[in-house]
């Protein structure tokens, strides 16, 4: 936040070099300005931080894909509990962290999310712990042991793909591309599994979002694109997109969450 005080206009330098191929950014960091949304966000008193930008026009298109990483996973497991919970629309009870929560007994959404994050990344029972404020150790691993029950082929996939990944050095993405596992093996065997399997979702999510924004171009112009944040994307403007057309991009249905807003949230 330092390096905006004082500033009329933010810029940002933006890459395409990182390990999963998602964009990076830098030299006035954009991509981790928080939400206020999560536990943990910064919450100031005049509002959420991302509320100190505002489009020159008065407004902005917003748009995100939905859940794109869980909808890349379910792809790749093929796992029918969670295609069935993904395809869910509009009852938060029965999408894919609704389901999780039902069939857990979470209290929470926002624990289920984590714990969803948590699991399919390899979080450790402690990591899962601090996501989830969920003290009791033994709680949590039984917690976790019936999570997999609950998605017993999406587990099968994960294990599958971590071993296939340490023996190969290098994990694949939706549309090809090969993502090295060389740097992570460096560092232990543990962290080297776990990128087997972040590496390719977030990956193929990152293809996606590229993908989207190559069709969007055809009706909107590149000095509109405001702002990337992973699967988000802020437009100078207001722009009706042709939704049910971007939905279908990829060999599985990615929805998007389209809103106009004055202020970024």
Not at 51 to 75: A, C, H, K, N
Not at 91 to 98: A, M, P, S
Not at 237 to 255: N, R
Request: proline content about 5%; some cysteine; aromatic content about 8%.
């Amino acid at each position: 936040l330092k390096d905006l005080v004082g500033l009329v206009r933010a810029h940002s330098h933006f890459h395409l070099d990182s390990a999963t191929k998602r964009i990076t950014s830098e030299d006035i960091q954009m991509h981790n300005l928080p939400a206020a949304k999560r536990p943990g966000d910064i919450h100031p008193k005049a509002g959420p931080v991302r509320r100190i930008l505002m489009p020159d026009s008065g407004e902005w298109t917003r748009f995100d894909m939905s859940q794109i990483e869980l909808r890349v996973l379910g792809y790749f497991c093929q796992d029918p509990v969670m295609l069935r919970a993904l395809a869910s629309t509009g009852d938060e009870t029965t999408d894919i962290h609704g389901t999780t929560q039902s069939a857990l007994g979470l209290y929470s959404r926002v624990i289920s999310k984590n714990f969803n994050f948590g699991s399919i990344y390899g979080g450790s029972i402690p990591i899962l712990s601090t996501f989830t404020n969920i003290k009791d150790l033994k709680v949590l691993a039984a917690y976790q042991q019936k999570y997999f029950d609950t998605y017993p082929v999406m587990k099968t996939w994960l294990d599958n793909q971590r071993e296939q990944g340490l023996r190969d050095g290098y994990v694949t993405t939706l549309h090809g591309q090969q993502l090295s596992l060389r740097i992570p093996m460096m560092s232990s065997e543990r962290h080297a599994g776990n990128c087997a399997v972040n590496y390719p979702i977030q990956g193929s999510a990152a293809e996606a979002f590229k993908r989207l924004i190559i069709a969007i171009l055809e009706v909107v112009p590149m000095e509109d694109l405001v702002l990337q944040v992973h699967d988000e994307e802020l437009l100078e403007g207001y722009y009706e997109l042709p939704e049910e057309e971007l939905a279908h991009l990829e060999p599985f249905w990615t929805p998007l969450e389209v809103s106009h807003i004055t202020r970024w949230q």
